[in-house]
């Protein structure tokens, strides 16, 4: 009997645009996963695949809309505020765009309203401001909970659902494999957080900094899960070069990350091979017991 296999997208902004190899990867093995998790990008990514797209279905619709500067424009345009009273609601903040107008322009029709109707169980992550804890999605609407869970501060507003205000799942849990360890027989991790790198930014903005410290604090609490427990693969495509937003600059970024397909692959051979010796030995075991009473 085959194994089954529940995956964790990370968060990471555009640097999350390198799961989609992996869900190439897994399609040209002809592995559906039992259990999706996922954090900010990582959340939108896992409920494509949970909504039944496939990894070329993704590639074709991000390069569609993100290759094209006039396409994006139009999209952003589409999630402007409705009304003067949207713009100053909760007062004028310039600076915070509103994540589940910008994800309504631009997620693929394919994504459901509702959990209910995923096609494969999906926990979505996110970070309970004011009630200082983690808070895991997966029921009743789904796209607030993905909105909630890409909520990055200072860039985006807070999401209010439920009663409950809502930020950026990465701040509590941004590669969540944890939560779907029990769910599946192989648990694979992709990490797209990345670090501050040197490479064109030796004097970093303020902005830069930010963002650079919200890295470096995502990677200290995977840093800590790992010491605790470790999924059966952990995928880092290497991405630490590319912003939060640079989504514009998804050809070079998949170009850069497409290695990981074959990566991905070797180990989920490792990982299956390692897993059926386990489990021949367990049924040996137990046949020896059998065969003594």
């Given amino acids: 009997m085959s194994p089954s296999f529940g995956i964790a997208f990370g968060g990471g902004g555009a640097r999350g ?42 590639h074709a619709y991000t390069r569609s809309i993100l290759s094209r500067r006039a396409e994006v424009a ?33 997620l693929p029709d394919a994504i459901p309203e509702t959990f209910a109707e995923l096609s494969i169980p999906l926990k979505v992550t996110a970070t309970d401001f004011f009630g200082h804890k983690l808070a895991v999605l997966n029921d009743g609407d789904l796209h607030s909970a993905l909105a909630a869970s890409a909520a990055i501060p200072a860039v ?26 029990l769910d599946a027989d192989i648990i694979i991790a992709v990490d797209v957080v990345g670090a501050p ?9 303020s902005v830069d900094l930010m963002f650079g410290a919200t890295q470096l604090m995502m990677q200290s609490i995977i840093a800590a899960k790992l ?23 998804i050809d070079a970024l998949l170009a ?37 009473v």
């Avoid at 799961?19 to 990867?25: R, T």
């Avoid at 790198?197 to 903005?205: L, V, Y």
């Avoid at 010491?227 to 600059?249: G, H, N, T």
């Avoid at 850069?256 to 010796?277: G, P, Q, S």
Wanted: with cysteine; glycine share 8%.
């Fill in 197 to 205: 790198t040197e490479a064109g930014r030796k004097h970093p903005t």
């Fill in 74 to 106: 139009t999209r952003m345009w589409r999630a402007r505020p409705g009304t003067f009273a949207e713009v100053l609601q909760g007062g004028l903040r310039v600076s915070q765009f509103n994540v589940e107008r910008i994800l309504k322009a631009f």
């Fill in 227 to 249: 010491m605790q427990s470790r999924p059966d693969i952990l995928i880092r495509p290497a991405v630490s070069k590319y912003r939060v937003l640079d989504f514009m600059k």
């Fill in 156 to 181: 985006f507003r807070p999401v209010m659902r439920d009663g409950t205000l809502l930020i950026d799942g990465g701040i509590y849990n941004p590669v969540p494999f944890d939560l779907i360890e």
């Fill in 256 to 292: 850069e990350t497409v290695a990981i397909k074959d990566e991905l692959k070797r180990e989920i051979e490792k990982a299956v091979e390692a897993r059926t010796k386990i489990d021949t030995a367990k049924r040996t075991k137990q046949a020896g017991a059998a065969r003594k």
């Fill in 17 to 58: 645009l390198a799961h989609i190899h992996v869900i190439e990867a897994l399609d040209e093995l002809g592995i559906r996963p039992v259990a999706i998790s996922g954090s900010s990008i990582g959340a939108i990514m896992g409920a494509c695949m949970a909504s039944g797209m496939t990894g070329k279905d993704m």
